[in-house]
């Protein structure tokens, strides 16, 4: 296996933790522009050597950084994403999702924004433009409520995938707003909902809309998605386009409702979640004080807890919907960064855990790469 590096986004600066070949021995690099929120930072799996990272400075407001030498020296976009003057009134917040495109498109990426919005870039993140114009759909309204209806840090489009075998095929969520699909390379775009339960109004009113919190392709079989939902964990088997809910086998003190969901990279069968306290006033936090990984091996009709090396109480924290990822390693190396600055890695697929790192900020995202 080669090298591991762990790109580490957090809400005070990038971090990128260096790993040897067996995984044991770990250097720390960074901080990266401390002070600076970091909602995603990407290493580019095409060349391994570009590095994109979405960042909001205080008084600067969002931008994207590049480098081209893995961290060494960066640069700012010379025009990051933000909607187009006129028109719709929108104003971009933050950067929440990167997205490498095609291996056939070197130089392609994509960007999910706060408000909603989907960004194209052709020459490695320099410059951007908006790609699909959802605020000109008269079904944006339908499919995302009101600014009330979005996450606390404000509604998000993310979870841009690119089929690996299908340029035209892309898939992203909105919270809210539903899962979308494309088979256009991204110029239109069709709701991908049925079979999801809706949410509630958080003012008790009747159900309003829908909440995806990650989606995530089976490496080994991009026709498998599986999904963490605001109203739990559902599978998407294509051709078919009816969503399962598979979480019925976590038990009902824990829950299926959480952010992250990691696929094995070699078995569709196999995924990961890390549920936290969705009770009715959100707390956002591991069940019960008790953080555990959750493995199904069998596409969700069963599900393992994985505790080993975790503290066992009193670890209020919970992991963000781009804080868990994998390796490509045999066996698989998980790793998963928390609220609470720490970063959580297994060499096992998940078996026993190993905190790598204390004390960092709170942490938004943690990306694998080699």
Known sequence: MKRVVLLIGTRKGAWIIHGDAARRAWRTEGPHFLGNIFNHVVLDPRDGRTILAAAKAGHLGPTIFRSTDRGKTWKEATRPPAFPKGGHGKTVDHTFWLTPGHA???????????????FRSADGGATWDIHFDLYGDPRYSK???????????GPKLHSILVDPREPNRMLFGMSGGGVHESADGGRSFQPLIDGLKVVEGFDGSEPTFHDPHCLRFAPSNPDRVYQQNHTGVYRLDGPAKTWVPIG????????????????????????????MDGTTVWPRVSPGGKPAVYRTRNAGKTWQRLTAGFPEKQAWWTVKRQAMTADAGNPVGLYFGTTSGEVWMSRDEGAKWTCLARHLPEIYSVECGS
């Open 104 to 118: 056939s498109q070197p130089g392609v990426w994509f960007a999910g924004t706060s408000p909603q919005g989907l």
């Open 248 to 275: 019925k086998g976590i038990p009902k003190s824990v829950g299926d409702i959480g952010f992250p969901i990691v696929v094995h990279p070699r078995d569709a069968d196999t995924a990961w979640i890390m549920p």
């Open 143 to 153: 499919w995302v409520g009101g600014e009330q209806d979005g996450t606390p840090d």
